[in-house]
């Protein structure tokens, strides 16, 4: 009854490691699908969780949001949009959106409720065993418990690039890396406000693998005997 968890840089093919090493062991993958999840948990659409899923704001600007709660006539909310482009505030660039929402517009999700949601679901897959859950500060959740297998995937920048240009054909070069370091960012960040912990600490991970050095076939197998 084993659970696997893999945490990823973008690019670094972790998702298709999941989804591969799962089929190869028939155990349930779990990546996407927490999204719905947890939006029938909230009564959001899925494009609205999804704007929240492995991001979260920084510890500034969680205290900003808390001025401008206290203080409605200087914003009465913001909000995180997945696709703006970074906007600065107090100097510090970030991809979050200040604004004055149009009137009787509903306010957004929690984000720490998304959160508690994506983290409840993570647990209760994980009770059921046999399953490869990918990212979302799993190897956080389930840090304590016994019979989890924690992964982390990761590939030089360059290696990294070229997968996410195959995948995403229509961005430039310069595009490909701004995506892929965002993400990294956003991922980093999320470990870090909602669990102290940094992203890239190899004692949060059994095994920590170099992508570009092995032979894909031969790393799935060596991952499905030592389940």
Partial sequence: MAVITIAREMGSEGDKLGHDLAKALGYEFIDKEIIRQ?????????????????????WLLRFLSQIFVAHPDMASYYSTFAHVEPTYAYGVAEPYLFYEPPAGAAKPVDPNKIVKHFEEIIRDVA?????????????????DMAGVIHLRTVAPLEWRLKNVQRDNPDLSSQ???????RNDRW?????????????????????????????????????????
């Avoid at 947890?38 to 991001?55: F, H, I, L, M, R």
């Fill in 187 to 227: 991922r980093e960040r999320y470990l870090c406000v909602n669990y102290g912990a940094e992203w890239s600490d190899a004692m949060l991970y059994h095994m920590v693998i170099s992508m570009d050095r092995w032979d894909y076939g031969k790393l799935l197998k060596m991952l499905s005997m030592l389940v």
């Fill in 175 to 181: 595009d490909a890396e701004e995506l892929m370091k």
């Fill in 127 to 143: 009770k059921k065993g046999n399953v490869v859950i990918i990212g979302r500060a799993s190897q956080c959740v389930l840090k």
């Fill in 38 to 58: 947890v939006a029938g948990k909230t009564g959001s659409a899925p494009e609205e969780v999804e704007q929240y899923d492995e991001k979260t704001d920084s």
